[in-house]
Structure formats: structure tokens, C-alpha cells
């Protein structure tokens, strides 16, 4: 027998939720072949099989989050088995999650305290970053873990809890639930026809992520229009070429990647994050590219943009999102961004206001080009135009630096003159 175990994901990763088996039981297996899907706070991905063989015992049921090592399956060496006998979960450590309900009034705003104490325990440095992000005081959750110890399924208890008011982070408190409040249904008509299925594993972690970013950061858009003619000129003439060369479609993101990254270099705030009380200048641009997935999306992160041309932009987004839907990205790889792009416009969207990817304090999002009328020297000429739409977080970018740095995004588009092949 060979024991299969929850495996680490990066080395800040220490446990995994373990969401869908792929072998059931007496199934054949080949080493290497996908086994079983694991999700943790970076990223949703598959695990192989280490060895070849038969799929003998399943010991941790899907939706269970286990620590890393711990044994999940068992694959026998041998021929085909009976098929093992109805999966026993994994020991958890998890609390009953309290009954949600619906408060009366917005809980009252929690006095910051002048200093947060760890507890003697050691902590798993999930755990630590789940008690920043939230702006969590250690002596208001209670550890079920060894000795007393916090895990992350504590820490996930306490914020379930309504009266669970986290920390504020700057001097003017606003309190804000952590979770959204139970869904309450209209008084129905007649006998509802309705289907009820929980959250999946990465829908909740991008709702917990998006209302922290709401909480966390005084969103702001402005809006900037785009004559992106030249571009779209160059990328017309350049694709079929383009294509054949690199057996790969030009599109119109890494023109706009190209030109974020060098308005990030003249204009080094909008790379930049708060930490407390601290601004945190980023010497590298990472840029994440958002990558939407069936269920959800993700966001991948070009690291050292500014130093890419458009074919090495346009290679790293297509092995990026190619791989972000096939489950294959790495957590190093959804790790360290600096800003964010959100291409809306490959679905249709003209104008979007995209949410701060936190700890970033901007995004960037980029509308649909299309063709419109435009007044060039009191004359009319069809132009090819788009939307650019900054979401920037207020608390440290002005509008008249946004508009500075949108500006120059704006400008380097229209004024193209780099080639491309």
C-alpha cells in the first residue's frame, strides 16, 4: 500500500480543503494521473497520483480540510480491489458553525485597541494572515486546536458569528459584518420551486475576499476614453503573422499591459500598499491579469512586467489563464501582485467598476473596443475606441493622481509606435 497525502502547497500553505474525488474506490490509476482536487487560500488545483495501482480506501471525504501530510487515500500495488466500504472523515477540528440570523441593528463599532496580543500557542502563519487581514484581537477566539492552539477553522467560526466586529485599521473605524447576513426569503405566493447548494470552495473565498476589499479600501473609478486606432491598426496588420509565428492570437490586453506597466514606473504610488499605518513601495511590477473560470476566477500574476514586450506579454497571459483553467497554476503564481487588470471588455462590457484586488491599491479595467464617430479637427472619422475605468483606493490615491496615471496609459495607447514583430 501507498499512502497519499494532502500535499503543501507553497510554503506558507499548512492545510488544504480537499473538494472532489476524480477515483472512486477500486478504480485503476496511473501515476501522474489527475487524483483528486485540492483548494487552498492561493489557489484550486489537482493533485496526482504518485504511483500507479488501484485506489484502495479513500480516508478524507470531499469538503474536509485536512493539514499538510495528513494520509488522505491509500493505492494498492496490486490488481483491482473490492471496492472499499463508504469514506470516514478525516478528524477535523472544525466548531459547528453558529446559526446565522439576521441582526436587528448594525452591531456597534468595536474601540481598536492599542495593541494586539498573540496567543503562548504557536500559530500557522494562514492563521496569521487571515488574523491580519481581518484585523483580528487573538483573545476573542477560542483555540480548539492541541494545547488550545487557533486554527484556521477557528478563526473562520468567530467571523461567522454576527456580534464579530473586526479591528479597525485606520484612525475613522467603519464597521463592517464580515459575512453577509442570512438570505431572507419574500413570503412566497404559491409552493417556491427552488434548489439550495452550498458555496464552492472558491466562490466563498472570493466573496470573503471582496467584501474585505470593500471594507478595507475607499473605492473610487474614474473613467478615461481611448482613441485606440493606432493599436488597433498595428495589431490588424501584425496578427496573421503574429499567429503564424507564434501559434498564438494577438489580442489587444498586452498592448494595455505594456502601457499600465510603464504608467506604474512613472507614477510608483498606484504599485504601491498600506500596511497600518505604512506605505509599502513595490520595486518589481507584478502585474495580475484577472482570468475568469466557470466557477469563479482567479487572478495570475505577471511578474516583472515593465520588463516584457508585447509578444512576451502576450505569451505569459495565454500560458497564465491556459493554465488557470486547466487547474494547473502554482501558488507562487497567484502570489505578489502589485496591480491588477480586469479585461471585461472580452465579454462585451463597454464601462466597469472593478474591485481593489487587495492588498493592491488600483485596478484597471478594460472595456470592449469598438468603432465609433469621433469629431478629429472638426471633421467626423471613425475611430477604434475603448473604456478605461481605474478603481483606486482613496485612502492613499488622489483623483488627480489617478487621473494623472490613467492619463498616461491613455497617452502611451494613443501614441503607439512600437513594433511588434
Keep these: 500500500m501507498t499512502d497519499v497525502v494532502m500535499p503543501q502547497m507553497g510554503e506558507s500553505i499548512v492545510e488544504g480543503t480537499l473538494t472532489k474525488w476524480l477515483k472512486k474506490p477500486g478504480d485503476r490509476v496511473e501515476r501522474d494521473e489527475p487524483l483528486f482536487e485540492i483548494s487552498t487560500d492561493k489557489v484550486d488545483t489537482e493533485i496526482p497520483s504518485p504511483v500507479a495501482g488501484t485506489l484502495g480506501e479513500i480516508l478524507v471525504t470531499e469538503g474536509t480540510t485536512v493539514g499538510i501530510n495528513t494520509v488522505v487515500a491509500r493505492i494498492s500495488d496490486g490488481g483491482a480491489v473490492a471496492a472499499a466500504p463508504a469514506a470516514v472523515e478525516a478528524p477535523s477540528s472544525k466548531p459547528a458553525a453558529p446559526p446565522a440570523s439576521v441582526p436587528a441593528s448594525a452591531p456597534p463599532l468595536a474601540a481598536a485597541p492599542s495593541s494586539i496580543e498573540e496567543p503562548a500557542g504557536p500559530l500557522s502563519p494562514l492563521v496569521r494572515k487571515m488574523a491580519r487581514e481581518n484585523n483580528i484581537d487573538f483573545a476573542r477566539v477560542k483555540g480548539t486546536g492541541a494545547g488550545g492552539r487557533i486554527t484556521k477553522q477557528d478563526v473562520e467560526a468567530y467571523l461567522a458569528q454576527p456580534s464579530a466586529a473586526p479591528i479597525a485599521p485606520i484612525a475613522a473605524p467603519v464597521s463592517v459584518p464580515a459575512a453577509p447576513p442570512a438570505f431572507v426569503p419574500l413570503p412566497a405566493a404559491g409552493q417556491a420551486k427552488i434548489r439550495v447548494e452550498p458555496l464552492s470552495a472558491m466562490r466563498a473565498k472570493i466573496a470573503h475576499h471582496m467584501v474585505f476589499s470593500q471594507a478595507t479600501s475607499a473605492h473610487v473609478t474614474t473613467v478615461h476614453k481611448v482613441d485606440i486606432t493606432k493599436v488597433a491598426r498595428m495589431r490588424e496588420r501584425s496578427k496573421a503573422d503574429f499567429q503564424s509565428r507564434y501559434g498564438m492570437s494577438l489580442t489587444y490586453l498586452p498592448f494595455v499591459t505594456r502601457a499600465a506597466a510603464e504608467a ?80 471585461f471588455g472580452g465579454f462585451g462590457s463597454v464601462i466597469a467598476t472593478p474591485v481593489i484586488n487587495q492588498p493592491q491599491v488600483a485596478i484597471l479595467g478594460v472595456g470592449a473596443v469598438e468603432k465609433t464617430p469621433v469629431v478629429i479637427d472638426d471633421a467626423i472619422a471613425i475611430r477604434s475606441v475603448c473604456y478605461l475605468s481605474l478603481s483606486f483606493d482613496h485612502r492613499l490615491i488622489d483623483g488627480a493622481l489617478a487621473d494623472q496615471f490613467t492619463a498616461k496609459v491613455k497617452a502611451v495607447l494613443e501614441g503607439w509606435s512600437e513594433q511588434v514583430l
Design 264 to 343: 506604474l514606473r512613472a507614477f510608483p504610488l498606484l504599485n504601491a500598499s498600506i500596511d497600518g499605518g505604512s506605505i509599502i513601495y513595490h520595486n518589481e511590477v507584478n502585474i495580475g491579469i484577472a482570468v475568469a473560470l466557470e466557477n469563479g476566477l482567479i487572478v495570475p500574476v505577471i511578474r516583472n512586467a515593465d520588463e516584457k514586450n508585447v509578444v512576451g506579454l502576450q505569451r505569459s497571459i495565454v500560458d497564465l489563464s491556459t493554465r488557470a483553467r486547466s487547474r494547473q497554476l502554482k501558488p507562487d503564481e497567484v502570489n505578489g501582485g502589485t496591480f491588477s487588470i480586469s479585461n
